[in-house]
Structure formats: C-alpha cells, structure tokens
C-alpha cells in the first residue's frame, strides 16, 4: 500500500448502550422511518435523541408519539413525551446549537385518541431549551401558503441552517408535490411548494399515480439555497412494461392492484431525483435532474445523505441494491446481484464526478454494505397484507472541524461478518481504504448528528440506530431485556498527524 494511501486516522470506541424499547405500531413506520433525516443531534457535550414510542390506548395509524432523551453521564434520562397528540412516524431532530434550543418536528393527528385509521393532521415545529429539555416546548404551527390538507404519511424533511438560525420543513400533499415552510432568524414565515416530475403514459406508477413523489429525501439548507435528493417508485423496468408482467409473483390483492403486485417484488425504488434554488422563495426549484437509475436490473436505490462544503460542492451519497433472490433466480438468471455505496459531486445543478465508494456480491467482494439476513423477510400490515422487503442501508457522512469528510456505513456476509467501517474521501475525490470501527454491538440501520440538522462538525461520531436481527431484543449490561430496542454508539476520531490526539 502506498504511503499515501494509509488512513492518517484512529477510531475508538467511547460508548454503546440501548437508549429506548418499545413495541412499535406495525403502521407501516418505524423507529428509522424518516430515513433522510435524524433523530440524533449534538449541542456541545450534550446528546438527545426523539424516540418513537406505541402507546396502548390508541389505535392505529396513529397509536405513536414522540418522546425526548438526554444522554445524563453514562445513561439516557427520558425528559418528557407527548401526553396529547397520537402520530403515525418518528419525529425529526434538529437543533441551534449557539441558541441552546433543539427542534422537534411532530404531525399530530387531529382525529380523537381512540379514532381508528387515518386522517388530517397539523404539523407543529417543538422548540425545546437544551439546558432544561424538561420544560415543556414552545409549540410553533408552520404557515403554509393556503390551507394544505396534512395527514398521518407526511414524508416529512427538516433541514437547518445553524449559522442563520434558520429552519425549513417539507411535508408531502398527496402524489402531485410537497409543501414547504421556512422559519427564517427574525422568526418569520416563508411558504410554496415543491412539485413533484409527472409518469409517463408508459410507467407502470405505484397506487396510479400521475406524479412520482420523491420520497425519504435528504435535505440541506444552507445561506437560503437549498438541495433537495430523494427516490420515487415505480413497478416497471426494462424487464416489466405491463400490468401483466407484475402476475408473476402471486400476490392476495391480484396483480397491479392497488400497486401491490409491484411490492410483492421488493422495494421499487428506481429513480434518484434532485433539485435545487439558489434561493428558496424567491428563485423557483430547478428541473428535476435524474442522478441514478436501475430500470436496466431491476434493482433498487436510496438516498443516504448529502453535505455542502464551503466552496458550495454538493456532496451525494446513496444505496443501490438488486432485486430479491427469489425474483432473480426464478425470472431473471443472467442478472448478477450486486450492492453498492455510490458518491457523486454536485456543483450548481451540474454533476462533476461520480464515484462507487464499495461494489459487492456476486462477481465481487462480499463484504455487502447491508444486514443479509433481513433480505427478502416479509412483514405484515395492519390489515394482514404481506409485503415482502429488502432492509434499506443507511451509508453516512462525517466531517470533522477541519472539514475532513468521511462515510461511515456497515457490511455483512450472511454468517460471521457484521461490522461498521470508516472510509476517508479526500479533497482530490480519492478514498483511502476504510478502517473497522470496534463497536461490540455495529448498527445495522442508523442515523448521525449532523451538519444537516444543525449540529456543528465534530471529532465525535454520534450514531443511533439497531443492532443486527432488525428490532430483536437486547440485552443491556445489567441483564436487563430491551424489546424493540433503538440503540447508540458514540465513536471518536483522532488525527494521526497530531501524533493520534484530537486537534
């Protein structure tokens, strides 16, 4: 290996620990399902989390709420929960590090606590002091243009820019666009909407659609531009032009029904779309431009995260995944299944370099940059549906205070392998080779605190997130017993040129 290709960094390992346990609604959400935001943020040496717990006395959709944690020397102290307001999804975090405030984004539902199904909601903006999180929020309701009717999928995106003390939040309106609202330093209001590419005649659109919603996107606002990347579904690819071709797989509801048939094939996650303003309320959002594809394998891919450094160079990180195992070796044989992390560099709404940071499975390494053995495991709606699923792989960015910029992500092989690595992307678009992160217990899906939500570049890696086994239970240094356990890890980075010392 040359010189110069040696990672010039250490990694160590300062705490895991389960945060929170609960039996979560099978509502179609998670504890990760606001997947391109995070529910993890930083403010000096203090660390929150917004937990998403089931309360028993509600019905589904909404029997969910929002609870807030702060790390208390080695434990979590739970502060505070919402007594009032049933929700279907987890609750973004943010914050304002030098105003001493963190930033919860809910979606109340506006139905009756014991009000089974869906139904309008209204989203509120939670301002809570760091010193005190027990104090009761200051609640904010956003002002939208018009009267949008929200309800309990709200897809929703919070982006802060930290310096500016400015927030903006996006939550979806149907298939046709989204709805976004940005809270600016002198603490007025600024709204439209982001609409969303139109299907072709010729796409097979998920629940017949006439827009491609771009869904779990990520989000940067920064000096009032901002970057929005995100993937929209569909059932066809190259291979599947038809309503008939969707019949292969047996499927309860029949074929193409309710977009069902295309589910019983995995996730269909088939377009990365971006866009962008230079200055959001006064210059439109440009044209969507396609970042990446897979109608040629029928495969799938997910946005991961997004980061603009200080020459305004977007840098894009995103999941590529194959299709099922039981699809391909039944219908399509020739077809290789392959994993991949994939880096690409933006600049004013044009790309400047793309880069595959880790190719695996077959033909290639099988270090695969996901949990294998979640891979084709079905789960069950609330009204009995089986939908068959691959786990979506979470690859993050890390920049430290003197901007250097590094992925954390994980790999498994289906039997002993099960890790978290770093790699290091330097200034020239080169990756140095990636280093074992020593976790006990790696974190299969996670979020990180940061730049995104307003937490400051830092030499610590806060992540959040399961262990193997999906939400299994775990065991915590006492023996006590998690059920449904969210779990985190605090990792510390330190500089070799400062002879291994944090600068």
């Known amino acids: 290996m040359e010189a110069n290709m040696i990672p010039t ?299 603009v450094d200080a020459e305004r160079i977007v840098h894009l990180l995103w999941f590529r995944s194959p299709m099922l195992p039981a699809v391909r070796d039944a219908f399509y044989p020739d077809i290789r299944r392959v994993y991949s992390i994939e880096y690409a560099r933006l600049r004013d709404g044009n790309v400047l370099s793309r880069k595959t940071l880790l190719q695996a499975g077959e033909g290639h390494d099988n270090a695969v940059p996901t949990d294998l053995d979640q891979v084709g495991r079905p789960y069950l709606l609330d009204t009995g549906k089986r939908i068959l699923s691959d786990p979506i792989s979470t690859p993050r960015f890390h920049i430290t205070p003197n901007g250097r910029l590094f992925v954390v992500y994980y790999v498994s092989d289906g039997e002993n392998l099960s890790e978290n690595r770093i790699l290091e992307i330097r200034p020239d678009g080169d990756t140095l080779p990636p280093m074992t992160i020593p976790l006990k217990h790696p974190l299969v899906q996670f979020f990180t605190a940061t730049p995104r939500a307003g937490c400051k570049p830092s030499w610590t890696i806060d992540l959040l997130g399961h262990r193997r086994g999906g939400w299994q239970p775990v065991e915590d240094s006492h023996g006590r017993e998690w059920d449904g356990t969210v779990c985190y890890a605090q990792v510390r980075l330190s500089d070799e040129s400062t002879g291994g010392k944090t600068p």
Not at 49 to 55: D, I, Q, W
Not at 107 to 133: E, H, I, K, W
Not at 221 to 248: K, M, P, Q, T
Request: hydrophobic fraction near 40%; glycine fraction near 8%.
């Open 9 to 307: 960094f250490q990694v160590a390992v300062e705490a895991e620990a389960p945060v929170y346990s609960s039996r979560y609604s099978n509502n179609g959400s998670s504890p990760m399902w606001c997947f391109g935001n995070t529910c993890v943020v930083r403010v000096d040496d203090n660390v929150f989390v917004s937990g998403y717990e089931r309360v028993p006395a509600y019905k589904p959709m909404n029997d969910c709420r929002w609870v807030l944690f702060k790390l208390v020397a080695d434990h979590w102290h739970r502060a505070q929960a919402d007594e009032t307001g049933g929700t279907r999804e987890p609750s973004p975090l943010g914050c304002f590090p030098d105003r001493f405030q963190i930033l919860l984004s809910a979606n109340p539902t506006l139905l009756p606590r014991n009000a089974a199904g869906g139904g309008r909601a209204r989203p509120q903006l939670l301002v809570f002091g760091s010193a005190d999180p027990q104090v009761a929020p200051r609640a904010i309701l956003p002002k939208w243009r018009g009267n949008p009717s929200f309800n309990q999928h709200s897809y929703r995106s919070m982006a802060i820019d930290a310096a500016r003390a400015e927030v903006i939040l996006f939550q979806n309106v149907g298939h046709k666009h989204a709805e976004w609202a940005l809270l600016d330093s002198d603490s007025l209001w600024h709204a439209g909407k982001l609409d969303w590419p139109p299907h072709a005649k010729t796409d097979l659109a998920p629940f017949g659609a006439g827009h491609a919603r771009v869904n779990y996107p990520v989000v940067v606002l920064r000096d009032r531009a901002v970057h929005f990347c995100g993937v929209s579904a569909y059932d066809n690819w190259d291979r599947v032009r038809r309503i008939e071709d969707l019949g292969l797989i047996e499927d309860p509801d029949g074929p193409g029904k309710s977009g069902m048939g295309g589910r019983q094939r995995g996730n269909r996650f088939r377009r990365l779309l971006y866009a962008w303003t230079r200055e959001v309320g006064n210059d439109p959002f440009s044209d969507w431009l396609e970042i990446d594809n897979t109608f040629s394998d029928g495969g799938w891919l997910f946005a991961t995260d997004m980061y």
